[in-house]
C-alpha cells in the first residue's frame, strides 16, 4: 500500500517569495506522482506528474517539481509566487498492481500569499 | 470539451432523508472515481470503476452508502438514510486507464449538508 505524507498544513508566504510545499511518500512498488492544486470552492486539477525520464517536472504556470527516489520525495516549488498561487496542494501517488489507477492523496497543504 | 459534470453542486437535507448525487465523466473515459473531502479526515476515495464495473469499494463507509454506474456516461452515489456526519465535498473525477499513469479530471463537487 502507499501512504503520502505532506509536512506542512499550511506555507504563508509573501508575494515574489520562493516557495516549496514538501511531500514524502512510501510504496513497495514503482510510482508515479502527481501534484494537483484545488482553488476555492472548485475541484482539484493537476499541476504536474512524474512518470519516469527527467526527475524534475514542471508545470506551465512556474511550479516544479523533483522526484527524489532515495529520499522518497516529491518536493514542489516555484522561486516566485503570485498572489493568484494562493490555493490548497495535494501531493499524490499511483502505483501498480492491485492499486492499479488508484490515487492516494496526502493531506494537502494551504498556500496563502500575501502582498 | 465539457469536463466532468455534477450535480446537483449543492445540496441541504434532513438526518434521515435519501440523497443522491449524480456525476457524468469526460466522454471516452473508463474510469471513474468518487472521493470526499472533509476538514478531519482530507480527501478520502470511496470507490472507483473501471467500464463501468466497481473495482475497489474499500473506502464506502457502510452499508448507508451505495454507488452504480449503469452505463459509460452516468454515475450516482447515494446516501440512505443521510447523517450528519455525511455532511462534506463530494467529488467525481474520471480518466482513460493508461498504465497506472492516467491523470485524473475532477468534478467541481457537490457539497452535501444534513442536518
Known amino acids: 500500500a502507499q501512504s503520502v505524507t505532506q509536512l506542512d498544513s499550511q506555507v504563508p508566504v509573501f508575494e515574489e517569495a520562493p516557495v516549496e510545499l514538501r511531500c514524502n511518500y512510501s510504496s513497495s512498488v514503482s510510482v508515479y506522482l502527481f501534484w494537483y492544486v484545488q482553488y476555492p470552492n472548485q475541484g482539484l486539477q493537476l499541476l504536474l506528474k512524474?512518470?519516469?525520464?527527467?526527475?524534475l517536472v514542471e508545470s506551465i504556470n512556474g511550479f516544479e517539481a523533483e522526484f527524489n527516489k532515495s529520499q522518497t520525495s516529491f518536493h514542489l516549488r516555484k522561486p516566485s509566487v503570485h498572489i493568484s498561487d494562493t490555493a490548497e496542494y495535494f501531493c499524490a501517488v499511483s502505483a501498480g498492481g492491485t492499486s492499479y489507477g488508484k490515487l492516494t492523496f496526502g493531506q494537502g497543504t494551504i498556500l496563502t500569499v500575501h502582498p | 470539451d465539457a469536463g466532468v459534470i455534477q450535480s446537483p453542486r449543492h445540496e441541504v437535507t434532513e438526518m434521515g432523508q435519501e440523497v443522491t448525487l449524480r456525476c457524468k465523466p469526460i466522454?471516452?473515459?473508463?474510469?471513474l472515481f468518487w472521493y470526499r473531502q472533509t476538514m478531519m479526515r482530507g480527501l478520502e476515495l470511496l470507490i472507483y470503476?473501471?467500464?463501468?464495473?466497481?473495482?475497489?469499494d474499500s473506502g464506502m463507509p457502510e452499508d448507508r452508502f451505495s454507488a452504480k454506474m449503469p452505463n459509460a456516461s452516468f454515475s450516482t452515489l447515494k446516501i440512505q438514510p443521510s447523517e450528519p456526519r455525511d455532511s462534506a465535498v463530494y467529488f467525481c473525477a474520471s480518466s482513460l486507464r493508461s498504465g497506472g499513469q492516467e491523470t485524473q479530471y475532477f468534478g467541481p463537487g457537490t457539497r452535501l449538508l444534513v442536518l
Open positions: 512524474y512518470l519516469s525520464g527527467s526527475t
Open positions: 466522454s471516452g473515459h473508463n474510469s
Open positions: 470503476f473501471n467500464n463501468n464495473v466497481p473495482i475497489d
